[in-house]
Structures are given as structure tokens and as C-alpha cells.
């Protein structure tokens, strides 16, 4: 038994596929079915229901492939831990980022990432939530942002900043005359929300059942700027993180945005999630100070017109 036919294992289980699998392990598809069979004889049982359409791993098959992508995993980390002994801001880092948060917080940390770690090669997964989990536990990312509340002892979470929550409304809706508005205010109102998988959707039927409102269920949005479109187009109304109605965040027209008055104001809870046996622990606190390090102005709602259409001087 070796560290490659494990990595085989792993690939047949993620894919399912015994074609997908080589491919992704940069084998032929007979060596790859080769060594799964001689890694049956080895270990005594069957690790594969071979199909003629499908593959299915076995009950023993699928104990076997977890405790291989352990062992691949702390096999990742010893070489780490050797290669970060030698240069400690150097080498790559795989970072888990989710969809509504990426491309609006990365612009602003990027360029301080790079002149504090010019030697860093930072390899980004832009992925749900769930699966940036997933891949945090199993070795395949080094760390992930993700919102809070995270449950798992085996994890580190490093909190970042907390950022608010702005009422989004077409510009013929009757909030629109507001800059602001108080939670119990949106009892009676309907939002739209994204898809299920989500944790921008998990977030804001938080804030829903807080305050009282319901989803508008008949809309669900693939993405948080298709949920920006429907409200641009007046389908409803929605509620939108803070940082994607930043600059360099393009305006949208008709769209107007309110802040929160009062307390409790909606807001996520974002932090900095890896392993406790990471050998990267050092290093992953100076980026955590990267991320914390952003400007206040950038998280505080306040100007909240950006989506207005400016006036001509």
C-alpha cells in the first residue's frame, strides 16, 4: 500500500467515475483500475460495486477512502510544516472563500496580502459554504473564510470583522423616500432570497424570522447579483451585505438602499477557519491581521446612496 493508491481511492470516490477519476489523477484509466484492485487484495474486501454505468464504493470502501484522505492529509501537513520550517511566508496557500462574500472583499485585501507576502503563491476556491468545509477537513484547503457560528472543536476560528446589512428596494417602492428603516418595520414584508445552499440565504432568513417578515418563495435568485437584477427590475425586495454596495462594486440603477436604525441592526459575522493541527498556525494568524486590518470605513453603512444617480453639478 502506498500514498498514490490512496490518492486513487479518493479520486474514485469523489468522482464515482472510474474514467473522471484517472483523468483527475493524470493516470489511464486501466493503471487506476489496476491498483483499486490490487488495493482490495491487499486489504482482503471489495472497496468498489462495479456497474456497468456507475461505481459505488462498498461500506468498507467507503471507511477505507475516509481514513485515506486523513492519511493524506497529515501527509500534506508534514511536508508543510518542512517546507514552512525553511521560508514561512513563502510557498502556497489554498484559501476557501463563499460566492457573496469573494469578489467584494477580495479587492480590498489582495494588494495587502501581496506586499506583505511577496513570495506567497495564494490560490483561491471560491465554493458554498459546505463544501469549503468539507474540503477545510479533509487537507485540500489550508484555510477558508467563512460566516459564524462554526460548531466543530477540530477547527480554529479567527473572527475578522462583522459586517452589516442594508435593506435593498426598487426605487418606486415606498421605503424609498427613507434612508433608513427599523427592523420591525419589515413584519409585513415579503424579501427574496438566493437558492438553498446558500449561507447568505441561511443569514437572511435569520433576519427574517427576527423580524417578523417571509421569503417572496415564488423568486429564488442563483446568485447574489441576479438578486440585485430582480430588485432592479422591481420583483421585490432584498436584503444585500455591505460590501457588495461598495465601490469598486458597479452601481445598479433603480435601486435604493436603507440602512438599519435601532438594535438589533442584521448584520454576518465573518471569520478565519482552520484546522488546529495546521503546522501553518503562525502564518495564518499574520493573515487573519490582514484581513482585520481594513479600513472601519469600510464596514460602516454610512453613505448608503451609492446606488443613487448622482446630481449634476
Known amino acids: ?26 493516470v489511464s484509466q486501466p493503471t487506476l483500475s489496476t491498483q483499486i484492485r490490487k ?53 502556497t496557500v489554498r484559501l476557501g472563500i ?29 465554493e458554498k459554504s459546505d463544501v469549503l468545509l468539507a474540503q477545510l477537513r479533509n487537507g485540500q484547503l489550508d484555510a477558508t473564510v467563512l460566516a459564524l457560528p462554526l460548531h466543530d472543536d477540530q477547527l480554529h476560528t479567527e473572527f475578522l470583522f ?16 427613507r434612508s433608513s428603516v427599523h427592523l420591525n418595520e419589515l413584519a409585513d414584508q415579503r424579501l427574496l432570497l438566493l437558492q438553498d445552499g446558500h449561507c447568505l440565504r441561511d443569514q437572511a432568513l435569520d433576519v427574517c424570522h427576527l423580524a417578523g417578515a417571509l421569503e417572496k418563495s415564488e423568486f429564488q435568485a442563483t446568485s447574489l447579483e441576479t438578486l440585485r437584477q430582480m430588485v432592479a427590475a ?3 425586495i432584498t436584503l444585500l451585505p455591505l460590501l457588495a454596495v461598495k465601490p469598486p462594486v458597479a452601481r445598479s440603477e433603480n435601486i435604493h438602499l436603507l440602512g438599519f436604525d435601532g438594535a438589533p441592526r442584521p448584520s454576518r459575522r465573518i471569520a478565519l ?41
Not at 1 to 26: I, P, Q, T, W
Not at 162 to 177: D, N, R, T, W, Y
Open 273 to 313: 477557519v482552520w484546522r488546529r493541527s495546521s503546522a501553518m498556525n503562525g502564518f495564518l494568524e499574520q493573515l487573519a491581521r490582514l484581513f482585520q486590518s481594513l479600513p472601519d470605513t469600510l464596514l460602516q453603512p454610512a453613505p448608503l446612496r451609492p446606488e443613487e444617480p448622482s446630481t449634476p453639478t
Open 98 to 126: 463563499f460566492p457573496t462574500l469573494g469578489p467584494y472583499l477580495l479587492p480590498h485585501v489582495i494588494s495587502r496580502i501581496r506586499a506583505r507576502f511577496p513570495q506567497l503563491e495564494l490560490l483561491l476556491v471560491e
Open 234 to 236: 422591481n420583483v421585490g
Open 39 to 91: 488495493l482490495e487484495e491487499e486489504l482482503g474486501v471489495s472497496l468498489v460495486e462495479r456497474a456497468p454505468r456507475k461505481v459505488m464504493l462498498t461500506p468498507a470502501g467507503r471507511e477505507a477512502a475516509a481514513r485515506a484522505r486523513g492519511i493524506i492529509a497529515e501527509v500534506e501537513q508534514m511536508k508543510e510544516a518542512a517546507r514552512r520550517s525553511r521560508a514561512p511566508e513563502a510557498g
Open 162 to 177: 462583522e459586517e452589516p446589512f442594508v435593506l435593498a428596494v426598487p426605487e418606486g417602492h415606498p421605503l424609498a423616500q
Open 1 to 26: 500500500m502506498n500514498l498514490r493508491d490512496l490518492k486513487y481511492l479518493v479520486a474514485l470516490a469523489e468522482h464515482r467515475h472510474f474514467g473522471r477519476a484517472a483523468s483527475a489523477c493524470f
